[in-house]
């Protein structure tokens, strides 16, 4: 437990250099943040299994590694659900499931040692692998995002009534995008 003047005998440049890394890893923690909620407004209010300003619960430290598994399960049913709905062909019904758990229990086990010392080698290769999925999550749900941002749903209950502008000049595309949906 470190003591109330733990990092005093760090020098002035040292102290602003540890600043500078915990406010770049916290906009990066917001930029993902904002990632997942945008995929889940994506999703009409009907297909979503969680409101995107949940996941906001993801920035308080210790509970975010519990939480993140409600997220990632939320997600997934949102984005089967808005794919069905909108008639979007995915290979999985729960899509970004299996690799946001992965990524969960990774996160989750770098925090064993906490509890069991005896278990303390389980710390980097658990982060390493937390990272390295979180990074692969992270891209396949913005993956997700963009495939929804290229089919609009039609009129459907959670949208106006007009629905999404037609496809010609000033319109929303219709149909997959030039060279075809992105494969991950």
């Given at each position: 437990m470190p003591?109330?003047?733990a990092l005093s005998h760090l020098s002035p440049g040292a102290l602003l250099a540890l600043l500078l890394i915990v406010a770049g890893l916290v906009l990066v923690e917001i930029f993902y943040i904002l990632a997942l909620r945008r995929a889940l407004g994506n999703c009409s209010p009907t297909s979503?299994?969680?409101d995107p300003g949940m996941v906001w619960l993801l920035i308080v430290p210790i509970v975010a590694q519990v939480w993140m598994f409600f997220v990632v399960l939320n997600i997934a049913k949102s984005l089967g659900n808005e794919f069905r709905l909108r008639g979007i062909p995915t290979g999985d019904p729960e899509p970004g499931k299996?690799?946001?758990l992965a990524m969960s229990v990774c996160g989750a086990a770098a925090l064993i040692p906490r509890l069991l010392p005896s278990l303390a080698f389980v710390t980097i290769p658990?982060?390493?692998a937390h990272l390295?999925?979180?990074i692969f999550y992270w891209t396949k749900i913005n993956g997700f995002s963009r495939m929804l941002d290229w089919r609009p749903a039609a009129a459907a209950p959670g949208y106006p009534p007009s629905g999404p502008p037609v496809a010609g000049p000033g319109g929303w595309p219709q149909g997959p995008p030039p060279g075809g949906w992105p494969q991950r």
């Amino acid at each position: 437990m470190p003591t109330p003047g733990a990092l005093s005998h760090l020098s002035p440049g040292a102290l602003l250099a540890l600043l500078l890394i915990v406010a770049g890893l916290v906009l990066v923690e917001i930029f993902y943040i904002l990632a997942l909620r945008r995929a889940l407004g994506n999703c009409s209010p009907t297909s979503r299994t969680m409101d995107p300003g949940m996941v906001w619960l993801l920035i308080v430290p210790i509970v975010a590694q519990v939480w993140m598994f409600f997220v990632v399960l939320n997600i997934a049913k949102s984005l089967g659900n808005e794919f069905r709905l909108r008639g979007i062909p995915t290979g999985d019904p729960e899509p970004g499931k299996m690799i946001g758990l992965a990524m969960s229990v990774c996160g989750a086990a770098a925090l064993i040692p906490r509890l069991l010392p005896s278990l303390a080698f389980v710390t980097i290769p658990a982060l390493l692998a937390h990272l390295v999925l979180l990074i692969f999550y992270w891209t396949k749900i913005n993956g997700f995002s963009r495939m929804l941002d290229w089919r609009p749903a039609a009129a459907a209950p959670g949208y106006p009534p007009s629905g999404p502008p037609v496809a010609g000049p000033g319109g929303w595309p219709q149909g997959p995008p030039p060279g075809g949906w992105p494969q991950r």
